[in-house]
């Protein structure tokens, strides 16, 4: 079993009028960026600009990240968006001022055929990761597909996952790692995951958010360790990952949802510059 950071037979690429992006090339990384849910049009552009100003300078292919709703709220009260087709207006109008394309989750089949119109990479939650009829309806619509592995899978169990979408007729899957249940309120990640799930054949992707995330663990919602984003993507980089994904929020002490676990704006540039230095020594 090859163990050795190395470019992909079956790559996965996305070509769109804001630029053309390929993932298991091992040639650049991939990073997925943006506010974890759209607050208010403003911010989100206010993050954007900032994120494109970066990764523009230092040449990272960049995908804004930004959900439209967060149907797996732990509270009933919690702030889940301003609704679906709002959002989602929304969300097009911006990734057209940032010139930027877009990824955003569907959590019911009843969602796909509409966000497929908006978004250029569709992602599955961690939690609905083994849901056949969702998969299925997403991998139709011939989109790249971006399958969050549930907290309670091993690496290996998303073999079966992407087969799903292979055999729908879609083989552009990236699998992402974003830790594993350990114990009541407490997320681990094991990096040896990442080598398994990239073995598999597809591109693999490291969220650093949520494997920051404490589920629960502030009663009404769940909790996180923002500060340690950073070393998670540095582990991951070293490891050998097609992407980064990770949240990040101006002002994450007044974040509307997963406050948390964003990594704070400001701190973005030191950590792209890290990272992009920690990709490059795999080809020294």
């Known amino acids: 079993m090859a163990t ?18 390929t993932w298991g090339n091992c040639k650049q990384w991939v990073l997925f960026a943006g506010p974890d849910i759209i607050e208010d049009e403003g911010l989100v ?27 797996n709220r732990q509270s009933a009260t919690s702030f889940r968006g301003p609704g679906m087709q709002a959002a989602l207006r929304g969300l097009e109008k911006i990734k057209t001022e940032l010139e930027v394309p877009l990824i955003t989750d569907v959590h019911e089949t009843i969602q796909v055929a509409d966000t497929a119109k908006v978004a250029d990479v569709l992602q599955i939650p961690a939690f609905l990761s083994r ?6 309806e997403v991998a139709k619509t011939g989109k790249v597909i971006h399958i969050k592995k549930g907290q309670f ?13 292979v055999a729908a007729g879609n ?8 830790g594993t249940t350990f114990g009541y309120n407490r997320l681990v990640n094991d990096m040896t995951g990442l080598i398994e799930m990239r073995n598999l054949g597809f ?8 494997s920051t995330q404490l589920p629960g663990a502030m009663g009404e919602s769940s909790g996180g360790r923002a500060e340690m984003v950073w070393p998670l993507a540095r582990a991951a980089m070293g490891v050998g990952v097609d992407g980064i994904f990770l949240e990040t929020h101006p002002r ?5 949802c997963d406050g948390p676990t964003s990594l704070p704006l400001k701190d973005l540039e030191k950590v792209l510059k890290n990272l992009q230095s920690i990709f490059n020594t795999h080809f020294e």
Not at 171 to 178: A, G, K, Y
Not at 252 to 256: I, R, T
Request: hydrophobic share 40%.
């Open 203 to 210: 591109p693999v992707i490291m969220d650093c958010t949520h």
């Open 252 to 256: 994450p002490d007044q974040a509307l």
């Open 45 to 71: 552009i206010e993050t954007g600009k900032e994120i494109k100003r970066v990764t523009k300078a230092l040449g990272i292919p960049w995908i804004l990240k930004c959900s439209f709703d967060k149907a």
């Open 4 to 21: 050795q950071f190395q470019p992909l037979k079956n790559t996965v690429s996305l070509n769109s009028p804001f630029g053309n992006f």
């Open 131 to 136: 849901q056949t009829d969702l998969l299925v």
């Open 171 to 178: 083989s552009n899957l990236l699998l992402c790692e974003r």
């Open 153 to 165: 899978l091993a690496p290996w169990d998303m073999g079966s996952i992407a087969k799903k979408a």
